[in-house]
């Protein structure tokens, strides 16, 4: 998802946080640039305004949102779930990847914009013991390929764990 840029005048600036603040009120749908990044241009009387709930693009479609994260504890089960403690995102189209050590998808699960614990069912039930990943990822049907979420540092948002038949 592409974060639209709005480039206003620095006067033009407090105009639009008013305007957005007066027309948000009146049920209208307007870009949220609550938390939005103002970047401004050296020598420039304008600035660039990122919306977008602390998510932006990058170049090489990079799907960056800084609040993003995830919190998975080794476990033991029969092979058939995954229990992921802790799901955070920001991004309104987000989807919770599980992989195995070959890199093959076993499971997967949409989620929304909050903290959330998700138990992810997998299609591909686990035969053997041993270390997984869990990824967050875009779920954009019209992208047939994965792309991973970044986290504020560049890094994808991953985390490892070991898993246990029993």
Known sequence: MNAPRLRVGLLGLLGLVCFVGLTGCAGE????????????????TSATVEVGAGSTQAAGRRDVDRWADLDVEDQVGDGTRVRIEAVRTSLPRARLEILDAAGRVVGTDVVT?????????LTDPIRASGQFVARLVVDDAADATARSIYDDEGEPVTEDF???LG
């Not at 914009?113 to 069912?121: C, D, R």
């Open 29 to 44: 749908r307007v870009p949220d640039v609550t938390g939005a990044a103002i970047i401004l241009e050296p020598g420039s």
């Open 162 to 164: 070991d898993y246990r």
């Open 113 to 121: 914009p909050a903290v959330q614990v998700v138990t992810v069912e």
